[in-house]
Nanobody
Framework: QVRLVESGGGLVQPGGSLRLSCTASGSIFGIKVADWYRQAPGKERELVATITSDDRTDYANSVKGRFTISKDNAKNTVYLKMNSLKPEDTAVYYC?????????WGQGTQVTVSS
């Protein structure tokens, strides 16, 4: 059974940085696609960043130049480095991994950007 465990969220001041991690436990035999989504109170869940098996990346316009998605295949881990954080980045962040077989979501980690 595969489970995604997220970490790295918290409270940060505007302009600060955080790095989120998402590790898949169990055998996933490689990552085809991995994404980070976020959901702010009263808003729909939105796609923030995507990385493919060959390390192509894509970002929402609102985070381009500030966020970086990456992965470590050996550790079955996906990262989201967030720089120059803004109050509007406040949300619950969810990782999503599509391995060779299956489709898995993390439990979410809260990111709060406030002074």
């Amino acid at each position: 059974q595969v489970r995604l465990v997220e970490s790295g969220g918290g409270l940060v001041q505007p302009g600060g940085s955080l790095r989120l991690s998402c590790t898949a436990s169990g055998s996933i035999f490689g990552i085809k696609v991995a994404d980070w989504y976020r959901q702010a109170p009263g808003k729909e869940r939105e796609l923030v960043a995507t990385i493919t098996s060959d390390d192509r990346t894509d970002y929402a316009n609102s985070v381009k130049g500030r966020f970086t998605i990456s992965k470590d295949n050996a550790k079955n881990t996906v990262y989201l480095k967030m720089n120059s954080l803004k109050p509007e980045d406040t949300a619950v962040y969810y990782c999503h991994i599509v391995p060779i077989i299956g489709d898995y979501w993390g439990q979410g980690t809260q990111v709060t950007v406030s002074s």
